[in-house]
């Protein structure tokens, strides 16, 4: 993802609780950065708001265009897919 996206290590990250997921972007001043090995360390109030546990996969979504990944927990997608199966199945 952090390829498509162009993004390289110690790149300056910003994230942003929305609806339940994380919207990342490149920041010009952040604490949070793109670590040597490639890999992003959600901050933990990023991680509570999300209800992130440790282990938990999560859906990544590169958006090269725009330049940002979305990452989308669990708990998002229940909560989005929710409707979308009630829809299919008609209850």
């Known amino acids: 993802m952090l ?3 162009g993004w390289t290590p ?3 990250l910003s ?3 929305v609806l339940g997921s994380v919207l990342v972007e ?3 001043e952040a604490r ?10 959600l901050p933990v109030g990023v991680r509570r708001a999300c209800r992130l546990a440790a282990g938990d996969r999560v859906l990544l979504v590169a958006d ?4 940002r990944l979305l990452l989308h ?3 998002a997608l229940d909560t989005v897919l929710a409707g979308h199966h009630a ?4 209850v």
């Open 32 to 41: 949070c950065r793109i670590s040597t090995d490639l890999y992003l360390r």
């Open 64 to 67: 090269p265009v725009a330049g």
């Open 73 to 75: 927990p669990p708990v």
């Open 26 to 28: 490149l920041a010009t």
């Open 10 to 12: 110690a790149q300056a």
């Open 87 to 90: 829809a299919i199945v008609g």
């Open 3 to 5: 390829h498509a996206l």
């Open 15 to 17: 994230f942003r609780v």
